[in-house]
């Protein structure tokens, strides 16, 4: 009697752990298969995101062109080359003097200074 009362204690401690070890089971594979489906939309999403991306960089290179410039100045802001009369020729600029570069020129500030 002794024997069989242990061994029905023994029996269900290995029955419920054999249970919650197949919950757990359950509930890890369950957890698994949603962060899949979450992982595959976040996927999709990254690749609509990056096709986006290039539609864009494409049109923002599309308005960079000079044929595009000149067509929004004349069409919407009605601009029109200037006439001869209005260009202005400016005298060329002097060159600056060639610097050795910034070490140089802070030295040859401190020698400089009283």
Not at 2 to 12: E, I, M, P, Q, Y
Not at 41 to 65: C, M
Not at 74 to 87: G, K, V, Y
Request: glycine share 4%; hydrophobic share 50%; charged share 20%.
């Amino acid at each position: 009697m002794r024997l069989s009362r242990a061994f029905v204690t023994v029996w269900t401690f290995a029955v419920i752990a054999t249970v919650c070890a197949f919950v757990m089971h359950l509930a890890l594979r369950g957890k698994t298969v949603s962060l899949g489906y979450q992982l595959g939309h976040a996927r999709a999403e990254q690749a609509r995101l990056r096709e986006v991306k290039r539609v864009l960089q494409l049109e923002a290179a599309s308005y960079k062109t000079p044929e595009r410039v000149e067509i929004v100045a004349r069409t919407l802001l009605a601009m029109e080359p200037p006439a001869p009369s209005r260009i202005v020729s400016l005298p060329a600029a002097p060159a600056p003097p060639p610097r050795d570069g910034p070490v140089a020129a802070a030295g040859a500030e401190r020698a400089a200074s009283p």
